[in-house]
């Protein structure tokens, strides 16, 4: 059974006042919601295209600099935990895709090793045997990781609460979490420039606000940011994390949540 088209038939948006999620209605059952992913979620460019074997060497070969899989804009925020940790670091990039991000972290000098989780198994298995990229399950979890680094992945998720709870088993204290994705916030919202109403949908069941993370993470060190707030090499997020968790109202169209684990304790927030 496929995932239904909902772009065919009206569609809202609801709040949960227990967990602060804002959710699409109707949504899909998570055995829809998996069948949506491998077979027909769709996006132009490298998201969803699997590249063939002339344009991965290619990438390969340049480690992908200026593609639009480039995620050296993020380095040095991940480079900073490394230095905060005083050693080089265990990452997870937590919704990898085909491995590309996990293939340029596993590349830097002060990465120990970069490991991915996919809920996709045909881009996970590309990664595995074109990227020589480790795939993780849900069953191999541990509290083994420095960094967990998700870009884009919470608001495809089925429950994004399940999100949190993964971080309690994938992080130990002194661990951190990087999430970033489309901003649900109402600072975002009211800011028409933002593209608000664009960015949930059938792609993105779920709109992640920067008061659905406070109250997943408000047992974690934190605080949430809008990401074009951030040339990522001169700000320096670590130094804004607070207890609890705070936001900086963030009104671009996407945020960058940081937390760091403090407590082995589980948010009873959390559902």
Request: aromatic fraction near 12%; glycine fraction near 6%.
């Amino acid at each position: 059974m496929s995932a239904p088209e909902f772009k065919k038939f009206p569609t809202s948006l609801r709040h949960c006042n227990n967990c602060k999620l804002l959710y699409r209605h109707p949504t899909t059952s998570e055995h829809e919601s998996k069948a949506f992913y491998e077979k027909e979620y769709y996006q132009p460019g490298l998201t969803t295209d699997l590249p063939n074997s002339e344009a991965l060497k290619k990438l390969i070969k340049s480690n992908f600099a200026g593609s639009e899989k480039d995620f050296s804009r993020w380095l040095p925020l991940i480079h900073s935990i490394s230095k905060k940790l005083n050693k080089k670091i265990r990452v997870l990039d937590y919704g990898a895709n085909w491995g590309y991000t996990a293939h340029q972290l596993n590349e830097q000098e002060y990465i120990e090793d970069a490991l991915a989780y996919e809920y996709s198994s045909v881009r996970s298995a590309f990664g595995a045997k074109n990227l020589n990229i480790k795939y993780v399950n849900e069953n191999e979890f541990s509290q083994d990781f420095d960094l967990v680094f998700s870009s884009h992945a919470i608001e495809h998720m089925h429950n994004p609460s399940i999100f949190k709870k993964h971080m309690d088993k994938l992080l130990p204290i002194g661990g951190y979490c990087i999430v970033t994705c489309p901003n649900g916030s109402l600072t975002a919202m009211i800011n028409k420039s933002s593209g608000w109403r664009k960015l949930w949908g059938e792609a993105h069941p779920n709109f992640i606000s920067d008061e659905f993370l406070l109250n997943q993470f408000n047992n974690y060190e934190g605080a949430i940011f809008r990401e074009d707030l951030s040339d990522l090499k001169n700000f320096d997020y670590l130094n804004h994390l607070s207890t609890p968790p705070a936001s900086f109202l963030p009104i671009s169209s996407n945020l960058i949540g940081v937390f760091r684990r403090t407590t082995l304790g589980s948010n009873p927030g959390s559902h």
